[in-house]
């Protein structure tokens, strides 16, 4: 099973960008989806944005629109770019890979929004 590592979180005020990365131990290009979700504290894990093998892309409503996912399989890594963040954007992001029910997970790095 492949190792996710999560990288680019921090400190951003309200407005502001970040770009998140998952860099996979292994290839991710026979990999189904790829996702990244996020976990506020006192709050369950939700989905954040999905990308299929196909391209196909998911997001949840709060982040159309201002989140954009993308993979580049020569790098074995997934994007999540976070433009106009705002405080409700705070929480722990986690690296999610799926291959039809071969869950992995990343450690998770914290996002925070705040002025």
């Known amino acids: 099973q492949e190792q996710l590592v999560e990288s680019g979180g921090g400190l951003v005020q309200p407005g502001g960008s970040l770009r998140l990365s998952c860099a996979a131990s292994r290839s991710i290009s026979s990999i189904n989806a790829m996702g990244w979700y996020r976990q506020a504290p006192g709050k369950q894990r939700e989905l954040v944005a999905l990308i299929i093998r196909s391209g196909f892309t998911r997001y949840a409503d709060s982040v159309k629109g201002r989140f954009t996912i993308s993979r580049d399989n020569a790098k074995n890594t997934v994007y999540l770019q976070m433009n106009n963040l705002k405080s409700e954007d705070t929480a722990v992001y986690y690296c999610?890979?799926?291959?039809?029910?071969?869950?992995?997970w990343g450690q998770g790095t914290q996002v925070t929004v705040s002025s």
């Open positions: 999610n890979a799926d291959n039809f029910g071969n869950v992995n």
